[in-house]
């Protein structure tokens, strides 16, 4: 679970779409049911909700659509280390190299704020 909230304080303060480890994804989607906590946390470290929006509809473009599915997890890794955060390498294992199923943080969702 802590790596989900880095994951989720890195999706803060990046401008790039981030996404988490399938491991890490499982954390996000427990907190996303505890939904008044989850909305309180996102209001707090980031000043707006954290969407999840692991498919993200195919008509978006232009410069606040979310990436193709594919973000490289090592991009969070790399903002979750810029956030001065703790990497969990166990539960990032393999994930400098590969690719995830989940491109979403607040900067890859459709009513994302532009930067």
Not at 38 to 53: E, K, P, T, V
Not at 80 to 100: K, P
Request: net charge negative; with cysteine; proline share 9%.
């Amino acid at each position: 679970m802590d790596q989900a909230l880095a994951f989720l304080a890195a999706c803060a303060i990046t401008t790039e779409p981030l996404g988490p480890s399938d491991l890490v994804d499982i954390g996000w989607h427990t907190f996303i049911l505890h939904t008044r906590d989850y909305a309180d946390f996102c209001q707090r470290i980031a000043g707006r909700f954290i969407h999840h929006q692991p498919d993200p509809p195919a008509e978006e473009t232009g410069p606040s659509a979310p990436e193709p599915l594919g973000v490289p997890i090592s991009r969070a890794v790399a903002a979750i280390r810029a956030a001065g955060l703790a990497v969990d390498q166990e539960l990032w294992v393999g994930a400098a190299d590969c690719q995830s199923k989940c491109n979403q943080c607040h900067a890859g969702c459709h009513d994302s704020p532009t930067r």
